[in-house]
T-cell receptor, first 114, second 115 residues
């Protein structure tokens, strides 16, 4: 079975550019999560969706960040404009049935903003 | 407020030794879930175990075992007869009760198994 698929695996871009991270959850899963991992702050939940609806976006750092889930098999996380402090590994995870269920993580996108 | 403390930042042991990773949590909720995840050098996070607050039974899975003690708010993880493949960063995480549904991760323990 295919796991959570994230693209790209690596992204290097210049400050001010728009960045789009993509995620395909496991088929049938009804929860999708976006996390950010940095050395300073560890793993942080940015936002999560249930049945494509954003439930909690309180972890989104600021208005430069936005996330969408247009259908059950695709989600995007956008940063516009990007800043060097956005450099991190961004993970997407999905699960079925509830937030208390084990989450299945993608391989992550390593983002570097120059 | 919810908090997970993994006081051991890094641990190194020689292969075949046993090692215990500590996890202490704080929550005011009576219903909560505890998790352990493994992050190998390749980077992805892999689910290891989930425990709910009403189940204090210890669990064993092969060389892995977990000790959940509500009295000390701890959920420790032991690897018996460690192997090089166990080298990874291990995260403990807490999901508080209903109405506050964010998984809070500890800062992780980097485990290195020396061949």
């Amino acid at each position: 079975d295919a796991g959570v698929i994230q693209s790209p695996r690596h992204e290097v871009t210049e400050m001010g550019q728009e960045v789009t991270l993509r995620c395909k959850p496991i088929s049938g899963h009804d929860y999708l999560f976006w996390y950010r991992q940095t050395m300073m702050r560890g793993l942080e939940l940015l936002i999560y969706f249930n049945n494509n609806v954003p439930i909690d976006d309180s972890g989104m750092p600021e208005d430069r960040f936005s996330a969408k889930m247009p259908n059950a098999s695709f989600s995007t996380l956008k940063i516009q404009p990007s800043e060097p402090r956005d450099s991190a590994v961004y993970f997407c995870a999905s699960t079925l049935g509830g937030v208390w269920q084990p989450q299945h993580f993608g391989d992550g996108t390593r983002l570097s903003i120059l | 407020a919810q908090k997970v403390t993994q006081a051991q930042t890094e641990i190194s042991v020689v292969e075949k030794e046993d090692v215990t990773l500590d996890c202490v949590y704080e929550t005011r909720d009576t219903t909560y879930y505890l998790f352990w995840y493994k992050q190998p050098p390749s980077g992805e996070l892999v689910f290891l175990i989930r425990r709910n607050s009403f189940d204090e039974q210890n669990e064993i899975s092969g060389r892995y075992s977990w000790n959940f003690q509500k009295s000390t708010s701890s959920f420790n993880f032991t690897i018996t007869a460690s192997q090089v493949v166990d080298s990874a960063v291990y995260f403990c995480a807490l999901l508080p009760g209903f109405g506050n549904e964010k998984l809070t991760f500890g800062t992780g323990t980097r485990l290195t198994i020396i061949p």
